[in-house]
């Protein structure tokens, strides 16, 4: 059995979109699994195969495909013949010592052609399985699924399914920029527009070298390990220290917080457009801290000009922090570290801040020169994965900026 046969979303595939959609989760299933032994990755009648060479594990590229967003299922698979007694004989030969309380057969017939149609498949080479090993047929709660797909001019056989990721294709749904802090819920953030199908942009505030590069640190393994799910990330990296200093200095304490959000979002706002992205994300949530309520949000909403998007201001802390451990980056995102906004918060934030009030504070601010400073600041880092990837350029690689600004 050394191919796989992956089953995508159905839902994305109405209409012109189907090819496109198609196209690009070919091209990420490749690159995910450059490294490992896969010999051919093509299409086939609403499905993908993957051909293993001989140095493939199943296991190793089961771990890549769980984290491609568009796959529904995946399963290893045997090809054959589309052949009923050719099907039996090679899935028997496979099932190998293999036993179950009860069994039954799934069959798909994608070419209508075939003369049988998928129950008659399925009472003919299940009847075939019981008669061999003396399994017991279960037809509605069976221990072992075996899927039969008929397709033209051949067919595939499997055991079980693995789920995958769901969502989108990586790149299909345009570019946006993440506001990624080192906390819990902005990587959550980052991810669930990935899983939409988004390139993700990644951008860091620190307030280095007023506080350690801990922050840092910090958003370059957050984006190594989200960049197994989009494949390629760029973090930018912003300084801001010197900005909040200067906030600090001339801005009473419960306007503060709203004024650093809305420089973070000047800022970023910049580096998105260079990159071509469409809009904003960050990790607010309603009511989550004192400084995120509504009339704070639209005053930080009131600087943009492109749409702020705020994927988790209507989860709770327990759902964020349940998707952070499954993503993976909650073990990063709890190490402790001074966050730029920690040493500069103000212990009580306004929580209604009125944009009148906050535009006359801030002009008495060098806005324009602090964007044109912190833009000269950024530092640039790619990401790919896998780490082997072709495509990495030896300026490129995880954790080596390059001096470049983008
Ligand atoms: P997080 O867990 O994402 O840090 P938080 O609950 O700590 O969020 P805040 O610190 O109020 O919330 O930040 C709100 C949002 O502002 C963050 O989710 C993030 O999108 C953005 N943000 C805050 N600090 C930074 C930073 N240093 N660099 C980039 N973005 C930041
Ligand atoms: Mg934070």
Known sequence: M????????EIALKGKNRPWFIGRLVRNIRQATSDL?????RTLNGRVELVLGPRASYDDVRGRLEHVFGIANFSRAGRTRPDIQTIADALIRDLGDRET???????????????????????????????????HVDLSNPALTINVE????????????????????????????????????SPVAAWRLMKRG??????????????????????????????????????????FGEIQREIVLSIPQPLRVVLYRR????????????WNAKALVTGEVVGQVASQTLENMAVIDSVASMPILRPLVGT?????????????????SIVPDQDCCQLFTPRHPATRAHLFEVETAEKSLPIAEWIVRALGSVTVEDYYFPRTSSEVRPSASPGHPTSEVT
């Open 37 to 41: 032994d896969v010999t051919h990755v």
């Open 316 to 332: 709770d802390k327990e759902e964020i922090t349940a998707e952070a451990e499954r993503i993976g980056t909650y073990p990063i």
């Open 198 to 239: 988004c390139s993700v942009l990644l951008v860091h505030f620190h307030s280095y070298p007023l506080l350690s590069r801990a922050s840092q640190d910090k958003v370059r393994e957050l984006a190594e390990l989200l960049t197994a799910y989009q494949l390629h990330s760029r973090l930018q990296m912003v300084a």
């Open 263 to 274: 420089m973070m979002v000047r800022i970023a706002e910049q580096l998105a457009l260079r």
């Open 101 to 135: 309380p009860s069994f039954r057969v799934s069959a798909k017939r994608s070419d209508k052609r075939f003369p049988m149609t998928s129950p008659e498949i399925e009472r003919e080479i299940g009847g075939r399985i019981k008669s061999a090993r003396g399994w």
């Open 150 to 185: 008929m397709l033209t001019g051949e067919a595939f056989y499997s055991f079980g399914k693995d789920r995958g990721p769901g969502g989108l294709p990586t790149g299909i749904s345009g570019r946006v920029a993440c506001l990624l802090s080192g906390g819990i819920d």
């Open 2 to 9: 050394n191919s796989i046969v992956v089953h995508y979303q």
